[in-house]
DNA sequence: TGTTGTTGAGATTTCGTTTGCGCAAGGCAG
DNA sequence: CTGCCTTGCGCAAACGAAATCTCAACAACA
């Protein structure tokens, strides 16, 4: 590995000059700095940066922490997040949490002690304060989960407002069982988007049939086999809100076994727009659509600010909101039983 | 931050010792073990990473590069590299190239100076010479395709004969006007898919439409435009292949797009076998299936080889090959004109 | 000509960890 | 009792970049 040292031998000038060279700086000449880049080029000189960060005292890495990089929302926050480190210079570590808070303290641990320039996390429901701990000495920002140890700014959707808009609009449809798969409580995203599908019903004087609320760890199994349950009932649900991008494609996988060929006899909201729901059926799939470009965009313009203006975080935990909007397609109809009716 | 000076100080002992003690290292008393352990518990001691890469010379990084996260191949890749880094006690560095050469050479760079323990790439078409150069230093292992200047084992499919397969279950089928999506000529994969569709033809003495073969940067957009013309001719194709899980996204937008509800005249294979594709047309989209996380898990079990066992790679470069599937669903069927003839 | 200011560049130190070497104490065989 | 081996631990030297300090050379000005 060609260092500095090498370069300044090879120039006859000492190493603090190519130091200065390669970094620009002030009070150097402009024909040092051309014949030092041209031989640290020659010779393919690659900075080290562990020696940059030991003696900076920060590295130029930016942590990912997502529960799952296969669902297609988090798929879409790596991208972002990926094309901003690109820009910015920085190079990002993606963690993999699968919703262990003992895999994220792990991951949290190595990214403190490789002293990242800043960390984007989705937190899992479980998080431990010891993570947060260290999460505190590191510009943080946390995206659609918001933990309520971190004192970190969240950037996410209204998750009440979104399941609240999604079963207001099944009910006005003229649904009335209407089956709800959702995250575990532990997820402060899953209880509010089971307070949006309560509320949707209070408002019009109604209560939701609690049995048809399946609540389960975010994947696309738990939601799949609670659903199958309820779909071979002897009263089934005439409509189902999946409040998971995961959860959806348990839905549909449900759905799809259930019916096989036949045209579903049930309606169906999903979450995310994922491109896969544009196919369903031929028509695509109603959805709840979540910004989440620019969720991850703001997230990363905010974490810039805190690497830039350090101290600046002092202040409380700000949140940002940002509004779903409802996609729709042609999985959701009025029921059948009222299209008889009328 | 607290170092193990901090440590070594408050227990009366010496750094070294510190060290030696956490590192579990031989010629250690385990009392002494124990009491550094338990104040370093305390203490809240996380290691400084620059400082041991600097020290070791290696890091405990891994480079994942690939083109498109949201790719589920590439999706499906990465989820494999960070479980296995997380098993492994090393950290994931993912840098997406965006099939641009330039942006995998500055992150190839990166990588290097970090001094990252190993690689794991999936080149992109026009790989520069200053690219593999930098990678011949490092443990690497590529993936999919093979980059001829690389000297890295490479992981992938048999592409010529996925395709072969593919092109004849089709043309068994009695297709003869059958399409092909596939990327742009820079890739090896992409020349070995084409290959593979045209020998189907030539082994029953066949010879393919050279008209319905739409090559290009392997995109979802870019397979859509290309479709859309060909569905709207006189004489469109009775089936479409695409060689590419972008492209086979692009495939269905276009098929969706002209036939909007009605069900597609025209037989389908998918390429990868992605969850949604289970669901298209409520039948399932009929594909070729490449054993993915089979391909990243040997690729892994390689590279952790060779990081092992340094100096061992001087032989020329592996290639591994998997072979890929069919999957069969209902999107490939007789043509149309062909039933009314039978 | 002496003083001051400015610019270019060398010398030294620092970051936290690891590791070769050396020292000291205790056990054991000769 | 002596010499050697083993065990446990401290000392100090790296590792590469970069900041700070220092110093020399030179120009402008009184």
């Known amino acids: 590995m060609v260092t500095i040292k ?25 024909e040092t700095i051309r014949r030092v880049r041209q031989q640290a080029e020659q010779m393919g000189y690659v900075a080290d940066s562990a020696a940059r960060a030991m003696r900076s005292g920060t590295s130029a890495l930016i942590g990912l922490l ?132 309560v509320d949707a019903f209070a408002a019009r004087g109604l209560q939701p049939d609690i049995d048809l609320v399946c609540a389960g760890a975010p994947r696309a199994s738990q939601g799949s086999e609670a659903l199958r349950a309820l779909l071979s009932r002897r009263v089934p649900p005439t409509a189902i809100v999946a409040a998971g991008a995961a959860l959806t494609e348990g839905m549909l996988d449900a759905v799809s076994a259930h019916y096989g060929s036949r045209y579903p006899a049930v309606s169906l909201l999903g979450f995310g727009d994922t491109a896969a729901f544009r196919w369903w059926q031929g028509e695509g799939l109603s959805t709840i659509a979540l910004p989440i470009a620019a969720i991850a965009e703001a997230a990363w313009a905010r974490l810039q600010g805190l690497i830039s203006a350090p101290g600046a975080a002092t202040s409380s935990a700000a949140v940002v909101s940002f509004d779903t909007s409802m996609v729709l397609r042609g999985s959701a109809r009025p029921p059948a039983d009222q299209t008889r009716a009328g």
């Open 6 to 30: 090498d370069i300044a031998r090879e120039l006859g000038v000492s190493p603090s000059t190519v130091t200065r060279a390669l970094a620009g700086s002030s009070r150097i000449s402009a």
């Open 66 to 197: 997502v529960p799952d990089i296969q669902n297609s929302f988090y798929a879409t926050m790596a991208r972002i997040a990926a094309q901003s480190c690109q820009r910015a210079g920085y190079q990002l570590v993606l963690s993999v949490t699968e919703d262990h808070p003992q895999i994220e303290e792990s991951h949290v641990r190595a990214l403190i002690g490789a002293r990242c320039a800043g960390v984007m996390v989705v937190p899992t429901g479980g998080i431990r304060p010891a993570t947060c701990h260290l999460l505190a000495g590191v510009p943080t920002v946390q995206m659609i989960r918001r933990a309520e140890g971190l004192r970190a700014d969240g950037f996410g959707v209204n998750d009440r407002k979104a399941l609240l808009a999604a079963t207001g609009y099944l009910l006005d449809l003229g649904h009335r069982r209407i089956a709800l798969l959702v995250g575990d409580k532990s997820l402060d995203t899953a209880r509010a988007r089971f307070n949006g599908y």
